[in-house]
């Protein structure tokens, strides 16, 4: 992924929202995306603490990956773009195979902030996390 603002916008207007090189490695992989809902999943293999369960921190990647995804295309409307200022996440279960599946919805979509949920659910569909993300939306580095 290019970091040069032009290429940014070039990206934005398309309609390609960037997700960077840490998804990228973790292999999230987006299904869904749009200022209402976006959706992804990732695999546990690769993302394991030493016994073999997802990792906590991985979780928190792939709620903030898909929350700031989406705050970033409702960021576009007003020529702003997306940086996260807070996170939680409260772990229910784990997972230790195949993929989980994150779905983020918004809770408050405004010009300066943007708040969103974000469910982790395994493959049976159990939920293993549950996460809370705030953006800021600022005006595009170097405008």
Known sequence: MSTDIESLRTQFDQGTI?????AERMGIELTEA???RVVGRMPVEGNQQPFGLLHGG???VLAESLGSVGSTIHAA???????G???NA????AASEGHVTGVATPV???RTLATWDITITDDQGKKVCTSRLTCM???MPGS
């Open 58 to 60: 991985a979780s928190a």
């Open 90 to 93: 409260t772990h229910h279960r």
């Open 108 to 110: 408050h979509l405004g």
């Open 18 to 22: 960037p997700m960077g090189a840490l």
């Open 77 to 83: 409307q007003f020529g702003r773009v997306a940086v």
């Open 34 to 36: 749009s200022a209402e």
């Open 137 to 139: 939306l600022r005006e």
């Open 85 to 87: 200022i807070e996170i």
